[in-house]
C-alpha cells in the first residue's frame, strides 16, 4: 500500500500541478444555486428534471452544497460523511467506502451481498447507479446534492420508492477553478481540483480529479507493534467535453474513474458487552474500548475500479428540447477479510477477545459488473401554463460474483468457492405534466410504465467441507427468473397564500422489482423476494420569512408499503434470505431552517421524526447466534426463530437533527475576512437487524465539525476538526459469530488550504 500511496499522492501532485499551470485563461461563472449575502436567496433544483425554484416544487427535498458540503468531506471521508446531514437520510455499510447503504424516511436494505437491491437509488448526472459498488463513487466537484424524499417513480422509475440521493456535478463552462487540500490525523489527506473554461464559441471542457490517503492506524496488536489496518489511496477523475455546434445542438462527452486501494472494514469481535450495548475493550467489560486497536488475524484487503463513459445531447426543437442520456459503467472489486472479528477460535490453542466459536475469512469479488442506460425524452420549453415531459428508459445490467470461504487465516486457496451471475433487464415509459392557473395554483400530475425481468444463477462448484453447519459439499447450479410490470405515478399541487408561502401536496404510487439472492458459500438454496409497492401522502408549506432572511419549510408524511422486501442477514443460520413482509407502515415530518440575519450570520438546521412498523404476524427470522439478547418473541421455545410483527425497521433512528452556524467578520481595509463554521449531526437509536435485540444496537449518535479559517475572493486557509468530541458508536454489528461490532470515524483535525483562480 505505501507504494501505492506514494504513486497515488505522486499522481495527485501532477493534477495539481496542470491545473495550476493550465487555469488562468479559463475563469469561469459561479454555479447553479444563487444565494444573496444579504438573504437566503433562491436555491434551484433539478428535482423533477428541470431547473427550479426549491419552494415552488411541491416535493420534499433536502440540499447540499456549497461551504457545507466541502466542510463534511474535507477530512478525506467517503459519501458515508451526508448521513444525517440532510432530515431522515441515514448511510452505513459493512464494506467500508466500497458499498454504502442509504435509507430515506427509514426505508432501506441492510443487505450486504453484492447484489443487493435498494429501494433509496443514487442518480449521478442524470444517470441511475444501481449496483451497490457504484453507489460509493466519490463526491467531488459538484455543484449540489439533492435528498428527495419519498417515492420518484415517475421521472426516475425503478427502485425509487423510499426516494432519491442525487448529485449533480459543475458542468463544463460552468463553476470556479479551484485546488484544495487537507492533511490531518492520520496522514489523512484530501486534494481536489478542477478546471476548465471555453476553448472557443462552440467547445468547453472541465477537467476534475481528487485523492484521497489515510495510513493504517488500527493496530493488530496480535502481530506485533505497528499499524496494520482501516488506510487507503483513492483517486478519482472526471472529464467533460461541451460541443455546441449551434444555438440549438449540444453535446456533452463525460469520462470517468475510480481506483481505490485499501484495507477491508475493521470487524471488532466481542466489542459489545453482553446484556447491555455498551462499546468494551479488548480485555473484557471492565476495559475501555480503543477505536485504534483490534485482534484479528488473516489477510485483509480492498481493492475497486470503475470506470464510466457517457454522453447528454439536447436538441431545442424551439416549442420542446429533446434530451438524450447515455451512460456505460463497469467496476470490478476485490475484498477479503476477517469477518469473526477476532483472533484464534474454540478449537485453536488460544482466541480472543472473548470466545470466537469458529474463524470466519471470507472474499468476495465482483470480477465483472457492466451497466448500460438509455434515456430519451421530451421537455416543453413554451414557458407558458401548460408545461411536461415524456420519455422512455432502458437499463441492463451483468453482473458476476465470487465467493470464496477460507479454513484458516491465511489460506489463499479456498475451501469453498460460490458463483453467481444476474443479468437484470429493465425499461419505462414514462410522462409528467403540471398547469398553472391565474391565481399561481399549480397541479402536476404524472405516470410510469415499468418491466423488470432478472435471470439468475448460483452454484458452488468447489467445497471440501462436508458437514460444515449442516450444508457441505457442492451444489450444482441452480436457476431462476423474476419479472415484474407495475404502474407508478404521483398527483401533487402547489398553492401560494402569498408571494413567500407555498403550500403544497403529495400523493406518490412507488416499487421496487423484485430481488433474488444466492449466496451459496453458506447455503444450498436461492430466495426470491416480490416486487413491493409503496403508497405516499405528504403535505408541507415552504416560506420565505422576515424580508427574505429566513427559509422554513416543513412537511409530514404517511406511507404503506406492501410486501417490502426484508433481508435476514447472519443470524445462526448465518445466510441472508430475503422474504417480503406483508405491510410496513411509517409517518413522521421533516422541518428545515436556514437563516442569514446579517451580514456574516448564517444558521441552519433540521430534523426529521421517522416511525415505522412492521406489521406482519407471519414474519420470522433466525435471531442471533451469538449469545445476545433478542428482545422479540420466540416462535417456539429454543428455535432460535423470532416474531418481527410490530418490529420498526432497522437502521431507522426515529430522531435526526442537524445544525450548523457560519460567522465571518470583514478585516478592514483587506478583501479578507476571518471566518468559524461549525456543524453537528444527531441521530436517537438504531437496531441493527430486523430483529430486537439489547447488544445489536446504538442509544444514539452525536458528531461535531468546526473549521476556523481566514479567505479572500481568491484564497482560503483554514484549521478544521471532524467528530471533535470523539463520540464513539457503533453503526452496525456482526451477529453469526460472536458480538462484533463496526464503529463510526474517529476524531480527525488538520489543516486545509485553498485557491480559486
Known amino acids: 500500500m505505501r507504494n501505492t500511496r506514494l504513486l497515488a499522492t505522486a499522481a495527485s501532485a501532477a493534477i495539481a500541478t496542470t491545473l495550476f499551470s493550465a487555469a488562468p485563461a479559463l475563469a469561469q461563472d459561479t454555479g447553479a444555486t444563487a444565494e444573496s449575502q444579504d438573504g437566503v436567496g433562491v436555491i434551484i433544483v433539478t428535482a423533477q428534471r428541470r431547473e427550479e425554484n426549491l419552494q415552488e416544487i411541491p416535493v420534499s427535498v433536502g440540499t447540499l452544497g456549497g461551504e457545507a458540503l466541502q466542510v463534511v468531506t474535507s477530512t478525506g471521508a467517503d459519501i458515508r460523511a451526508l448521513s444525517g446531514r440532510v432530515p431522515s437520510l441515514n448511510i452505513e455499510s459493512s464494506f467500508g467506502r466500497t458499498f454504502p447503504r442509504f435509507y430515506i424516511r427509514g426505508l432501506g436494505n441492510t443487505d450486504f451481498d453484492l447484489n443487493a437491491s435498494q429501494p433509496v437509488s443514487l442518480v449521478y448526472d442524470d444517470v441511475v447507479l444501481e449496483n451497490p459498488i457504484l453507489k460509493g463513487f466519490p463526491i467531488f466537484d459538484l455543484d449540489r446534492v439533492e435528498v428527495l424524499r ?15 440521493v442525487k448529485f449533480d456535478t459543475v458542468k463544463p463552462g460552468k463553476g470556479d477553478n479551484y485546488i484544495r487540500g487537507s492533511y490531518g490525523r492520520f496522514d489523512s489527506i484530501n486534494v481536489e481540483g478542477a478546471v476548465g473554461g471555453q476553448l472557443s464559441d462552440t467547445v468547453a471542457v472541465r477537467a476534475s480529479g481528487l485523492y484521497q490517503g489515510r495510513s493504517d492506524w488500527v493496530d493488530n496488536i496480535d502481530n506485533g507493534p505497528g499499524d496494520d489496518l482501516e488506510g487507503y489511496d483513492e483517486v478519482a477523475l472526471r472529464l467533460q467535453l461541451q460541443l455546441d455546434p449551434t444555438e440549438d445542438l449540444s453535446l456533452r462527452l463525460i469520462g470517468q474513474y475510480r481506483d481505490l486501494d485499501g484495507t477491508a472494514r475493521v470487524f471488532r469481535a466481542n466489542a459489545f458487552a453482553t446484556g447491555s450495548n455498551d462499546l468494551i475493550g479488548l480485555g473484557g467489560p471492565s476495559t475501555k474500548f480503543k477505536r485504534g486497536e483490534v485482534r484479528a488475524d488473516g489477510i485483509n484487503f480492498q481493492n475497486l475500479e470503475t470506470y464510466n463513459l457517457g454522453a447528454v445531447l439536447e436538441y431545442d426543437f424551439g416549442a420542446v428540447t429533446l434530451t438524450s442520456v447515455t451512460s456505460y459503467w463497469n467496476g470490478n472489486l476485490y475484498s477479503r477479510g476477517d469477518i469473526d472479528g477476532g483472533y484464534g477460535n474454540a478449537f485453536a490453542p488460544e482466541m480472543g477477545p472473548g470466545v470466537i466459536p469458529f474463524s470466519a475469512q471470507s472474499q468476495d469479488n465482483i470480477p465483472s459488473l457492466d451497466q448500460f442506460t438509455q434515456e430519451v425524452r421530451i421537455a416543453s420549453n413554451d414557458g407558458g401554463p401548460l408545461g411536461y415531459q415524456a420519455g422512455v428508459f432502458y437499463f441492463n445490467e451483468k453482473l458476476d460474483i465470487e465467493s470464496f470461504d477460507f479454513g484458516t487465516p491465511d489460506d489463499t486457496s479456498p475451501d469453498a468457492i460460490a458463483l453467481q451471475r444476474q443479468v437484470s433487464d429493465a425499461w419505462g415509459v414514462f410522462g409528467s405534466l403540471f398547469y398553472e392557473f391565474d391565481n399561481g395554483i399549480r397541479i402536476q400530475a404524472g405516470a410510469r410504465y415499468n418491466d423488470d425481468s432478472r435471470d439468475f444463477t448460483a452454484s458452488r462448484p468447489v467445497d471440501t467441507r462436508p458437514g460444515f453447519l449442516g450444508f457441505g459439499g457442492p451444489v450444482a447450479p441452480i436457476s431462476t427468473s423474476v419479472s415484474d410490470s407495475v404502474l407508478t405515478w404521483d398527483l401533487a399541487a402547489t398553492v401560494p397564500t402569498s408571494e413567500d408561502v407555498n403550500f403544497y401536496a403529495r400523493v406518490a404510487r412507488g416499487y421496487r422489482a423484485p430481488s433474488i439472492q444466492g449466496r451459496l458459500a ?18 408541507g408549506v415552504k416560506t420565505i420569512l422576515a424580508d427574505g432572511k429566513v427559509r422554513f419549510n416543513l412537511g409530514g408524511f404517511y406511507f404503506t408499503t406492501e410486501d ?16 417480503n413482509a406483508d405491510q410496513v407502515e411509517g409517518y413522521g415530518f421533516e422541518a428545515e431552517l436556514q437563516a442569514r440575519p446579517m451580514a456574516g450570520v448564517e444558521f441552519a438546521a433540521g430534523l426529521s421524526y421517522n416511525d415505522t412498523q412492521i406489521n406482519d404476524p407471519n414474519a420470522y427470522v433466525a435471531g442471533c447466534a451469538a449469545p445476545c439478547t433478542v428482545l422479540d418473541p420466540e416462535r417456539t421455545v429454543g428455535s432460535g426463530i423470532y416474531s418481527i410483527d410490530g418490529n420498526r425497521l432497522p437502521q431507522a433512528p426515529k430522531w435526526t437533527a442537524n445544525w450548523s452556524l457560519g460567522l465571518s467578520e470583514k478585516i478592514p481595509g483587506t478583501a479578507g475576512e476571518f471566518y468559524l463554521f461549525t456543524d ?78
Open 150 to 164: 419519498g417515492p420518484q417513480g415517475t421521472l426516475f422509475g425503478r427502485n425509487t420508492p423510499a426516494g432519491i
Open 522 to 539: 453458506f447455503g444450498r438454496d436461492i430466495s426470491v423476494a416480490d416486487s413491493e409497492t409503496t403508497m405516499s401522502y405528504e403535505a
Open 564 to 579: 417490502l422486501q426484508l433481508t435476514a442477514v447472519g443470524g445462526a443460520n448465518n445466510f441472508t434470505t430475503l422474504l
Open 680 to 757: 453537528w449531526a444527531y441521530r436517537s437509536k438504531v437496531q441493527f437487524f430486523l430483529y430486537q435485540s439489547v447488544e445489536f444496537s446504538d442509544d444514539s449518535m452525536l458528531e461535531g465539525g468546526l473549521r476556523i479559517g481566514y479567505r479572500t475572493d481568491r484564497y482560503d486557509f483554514a484549521l478544521f476538526g471532524r467528530n471533535i468530541t470523539n463520540d464513539v458508536s457503533a453503526v452496525s454489528g456482526i451477529d453469526f459469530n460472536n458480538l462484533t461490532a463496526m464503529v463510526n470515524e474517529p476524531r480527525i483535525w488538520g489543516v486545509e488550504a485553498g485557491i480559486t483562480f
